[in-house]
């Protein structure tokens, strides 16, 4: 597959998702400036973690202005598959890619950590391959973390099987006390109502190369595009 990581000014993981899904999974992988115009051919978009235009206003409140997000709105549009990883996770919110929004974590202060996901498993979602019973342990790093969004948009996410990750404890329990910023009903990550469009605040690119002792972020990605080549 061919792989396209948008890189903005202030992004800092587009080489770590560069380095997953070229080194390690064995993807093409091309990089793709926040100016250009125009999308190259791809199979699927990765928006990368960092501080894109330095967090100004919101983070991902300047991004989505970038000349390549009318390019990315473009491709969504279309049935093109994206992925947003943190600071990409608020791109597609500001950019209505995505419902809701990420604000400032509770309490307010930078976390970073790792962290355990319990994966919303159906045949018919993007973590199909995932095991329910096992959750997932990914970092996160951020400060704008905490998802928000109405009881309608909430209602409406629950309904479609849109929510696809909880933060939750060691043993899969969801509480107050594995949510590491105060996101609404725990919810660490979302797919769009076709599910072509996913976001999600840990960053399971930071845990996909067995010299790192976890590669559960791998078992995530792979369980994603798994579901990305039937679609």
Known sequence: MKVGVVVFPGSNCDRDAEYCFGAIMGHDVVRLWHKDAALPSVDFIVIPGGFSYGDYLRSGALARFSPIMEAVKSYAESGGKILGICNGFQVLCEAGLLPGALRINTPKRFVCKNIHLLPEV??????????????????????????????????????????????????????????????????????????????????????????????????????????????
């Open 122 to 231: 159906k045949p018919s979602l993007p973590t199909a391959n995932l095991n329910p019973s096992h959750p997932l342990q990914i970092p996160i790093a951020h400060g704008e973390g905490s998802y928000f969004a109405d009881q309608d948009t909430l209602s409406a996410l629950r309904v479609h099987g849109q929510i696809l990750f909880r933060y939750c404890d060691v043993d899969g329990k969801v509480c107050d006390l594995a949510n590491p910023n105060g996101s609404v009903d725990n919810i660490a990550g979302i797919a769009s109502k076709n599910f072509c469009v996913v976001g999600m605040m840990p960053h399971p690119e930071r845990a996909c190369d067995i010299n790192q002792g976890n590669t559960d972020g791998l078992v995530l990605l792979q369980s994603l595009l798994n579901f990305w080549s039937k679609k």
